[in-house]
């Protein structure tokens, strides 16, 4: 019986298999937007990625075009006194390139979990470099700035350092983000309440910190496709008039707007301002923010550029670039040479800001610095006891 069931199963022709179409992968899903929409483009593969993952081009581009614009927005800071054009370029550049940088920050912090690898690349990316930086700044602006007495306290960052803290606790908290039904409102009011809240303090600049937290949380919501709103013809059109409509503001609020509300690091009390002024504020900055770094990312090329690669060493530049600002105060250069106040000096100081910058993130200088910034330290963790099993076999 069963000889004669396998034989007639045997002359049965099987049917074909069901073909569905295949899903299309991230990569074709951004690449799409180089083509402005419609016919989806074939995926382009960035052979030059490191340990074999792909690399897309344009958050690459987006994370040095942002870097850039952070430098530069420093050098043009001590010119503001005496150029109301230079401080309208400064105020619209505040508006959007961290809240840019934080949401990218966000978007690849999605995977974020609390695994064992994960967690040592955050303390080796991201707290690691932070003690390191803080120390080194803190005895820079000892020697540079004669303050020999100036402490060293890991608790109030300096300068640049406020941003490895704020990564450091933003990704900690990716899991909460995860499970709230609405995580950007949550995070919005989250950072309302900080802005009317004098007594936080300083520790570990947790004003920034709850001030630019809805920034990395809408890059925690968003998806590939999200991109592709922005990354079209259309959009690049609408921002130029949107951009010229923000200077053109911009310049009217220079000499009435206190620029510090753009640091985020402060509550409105500390700025001498009503309190109910931190809340309208936060919504209106959150706002413009918003669509400014919809406009920029409408205008960063999706495809491989001649600084495409310089994206993986943009924080290498954030943070070496701070030794160089900050010593241009502390030896006074833009006291003692006054062509930097000319309109040609201030156009050539952001010539030479940009070019700095870009150096800092080449990998050369990637390679100098990465036992700093990307250190291994395998003999600070304990060994898996399955990874142990497998090299005893």
Known sequence: ???????????????????????????AVKDAAVTGGGRQAAPKRDTSAKNGKQRDAFFDNAKYLAIVLVAMGHSWEPLRDG?????????????????????????????????????????????????????????????????????????????????????????????????????VPLALAIAVLASVSPDIGDD???????????????????????????????????????FAAALVFAYWAAPRMNAAWFYHRDSAQELAAPWWSGAVMTLAMFGCSLVLVACFFAWVPGRKMWFTALGAGTLYGYLLHGFLAKGSRF??????????????????????????????????VQRAFRWAMEPKMTWAFKKDAAEVARHRK
Request: aromatic share 14%; net charge positive.
């Open 1 to 27: 019986m069963n000889n004669l069931a396998q034989s007639h199963s045997e002359r049965r022709t099987p049917l074909p298999p069901t073909r569905t179409a295949p899903e299309p992968s991230d990569a």
């Open 83 to 183: 150029s109301r054009s230079a401080a309208a370029l400064y105020i619209t550049v505040y508006a959007f390139h961290m809240p840019a940088f934080i949401i990218i920050s966000g978007y690849f912090s999605r995977s974020f979990d609390m695994r064992k690898d994960r967690l040592q690349r955050l303390i080796t990316g991201v707290a690691v470099p932070y003690i390191l930086f803080e120390t080194a700044y803190t005895m820079f602006k000892r020697v540079a700035d004669d303050d020999p007495s100036y402490p060293i306290s890991l608790l109030d960052p300096w300068y640049l350092t406020w941003f490895l803290v704020a990564l450091f606790v933003w990704r900690l908290t990716t899991p909460i983000w995860k499970v709230v039904r609405w995580p």
């Open 204 to 242: 570990l600049d947790l004003q920034r910190v709850l001030q630019f937290l809805p920034f990395f949380v809408i890059g925690l919501c968003l998806k590939p496709e999200h991109f592709l709103l922005v990354r079209n013809k259309r959009a690049r059109m609408l921002a130029v008039p949107v």
């Open 331 to 364: 030896w006074g250069w833009y006291d003692e040479y006054h062509w930097m106040h000319t309109p040609l000096g201030a156009i050539a100081l952001t010539l030479i800001a940009g070019t700095i910058i870009t150096v800092l993130c080449t990998p050369p």
